[in-house]
């Protein structure tokens, strides 16, 4: 399945334009998509010893896993977890904080999602399975099922989901472009956006959210219009959707957003004090991490305050991303994955 211009051409373009780094996570009702590291990601001053706010509370680390393959993206459940790195797909059983499956994708993996007895995985490149794929493994067997071929010159990025339906982070020539993909039929459908650059994505059965270089966009999944634009200035980068509220991360000001989905608008900024990286949101606490070091952030829900600050990783300059369930959080930079207790939240 390839995707097709207004005139029932297929496009053909060469990658362009400025593009956001990712990380993934799972938050509550909603896959998430975040900025971890890369082109405008380091920019500015990094010095290792901000550390924000510190608040002592119940999160503890659980264990650290070493890997050597440089994760970049996660999403999980409270049965597994799957990172993308490098050109594998891995999976992390909770129970034992082992890495049981290796899949090697033949190419280099970009974004990380689960449906419903799938795991779907975004290809920038690869030389079996065509670049600009979204490859469906079958969780069970830990086989590949399915490719979605997402048009020429698309270079896939990012990639959410919400219950039968995926959606695509990725550029076409000099534009940011979203595809929204039904799991069902396999149809694919180009979102243009008139921007240069897209940032993380969370998905709703009621809304899509995405990061840009002006604000948040949000898009309607039944029409895949952009019915609002939420403007703030800065490099956003994550962004998280509970059923409350959408949390976004600016890296510029070391702080995070939220905003009302049922009015559009800001209701609070919270100062972090560092450069706000991946965001992921479970169980009424929203866990940020950042690019000055291995602290992970955690927000009460209910009181939009700190309520606890954990030392995941001592001494590292920055931490990739994040992932969430009500009962595990997963931090991860280029050398481990920490699995992090979340206690009462």
């Excluded at 459940?77 to 490098?86: F, N």
């Excluded at 995985?121 to 079958?138: A, F, K, N, R, T």
């Amino acid at each position: 399945m390839g995707i097709w211009d207004a005139g029932g051409k297929r496009a053909k373009h060469r990658f362009g334009g400025t593009r956001l780094p990712w990380a993934l996570g799972l938050a509550v009702s909603a896959i998430l998509v975040a900025p971890s590291c890369g082109q405008g990601s380091d920019s500015g001053s990094s010095d290792t010893s901000i550390t924000g706010p510190r608040v002592d509370g119940p999160g503890e680390v659980v264990a650290t896993i070493e890997v050597d393959w440089a994760p970049h993206q996660a999403v999980a459940s409270d049965d597994e977890v799957w990172l993308a790195g490098s050109t594998d797909v891995h999976r992390i059983d909770p129970a034992t904080d082992e890495v049981t499956d290796s899949i090697d994708m033949h190419g280099l993996t970009e974004g990380v999602a689960l449906t419903q007895g799938a795991v779907w995985v975004s290809l920038l490149g690869g030389s079996s399975i065509p670049s600009g794929s979204l490859v469906q493994i079958d969780p069970a067997t830990k086989a590949v099922v399915d490719t979605i071929d997402l048009g020429d010159g698309f270079e896939p990025a990012g990639v959410a989901a919400d219950d039968e339906t995926l959606w695509v982070n990725g550029y076409l020539l000099t534009a940011a472009q979203m595809i929204h993909v039904d799991v069902p039929t396999r149809r694919a459908r180009l979102i243009g956006f008139g921007v240069t650059a897209l940032g993380g994505v969370a998905a709703t059965s009621d809304a899509v959210w995405a990061t840009t270089e002006s604000g948040v966009a949000r898009i309607d999944p039944a029409t895949d219009d952009v019915t609002a634009t939420v403007e703030i200035e800065g490099l956003l980068t994550g962004v998280a959707v509970t059923r409350r509220a959408v949390w976004v991360t600016n890296q510029t000001d070391r702080t995070i957003v939220r905003i009302d989905p049922a009015t559009n608008r800001i209701v609070t900024t919270i100062d972090l004090g560092v450069r706000a990286n991946a965001v992921a949101a479970a169980g009424g606490a929203v866990w940020v991490t950042n690019l000055d070091n291995g602290v992970v952030t955690r927000i009460d829900e209910a009181t939009n305050e700190i309520a606890d600050t954990v030392d995941a990783a001592p001494g590292a300059e920055r931490l990739r991303g994040v992932a969430a369930t009500r009962s595990a959080v997963w931090a991860f930079h280029e050398d481990a994955v920490i699995h992090i207790d979340p206690g009462e939240t």
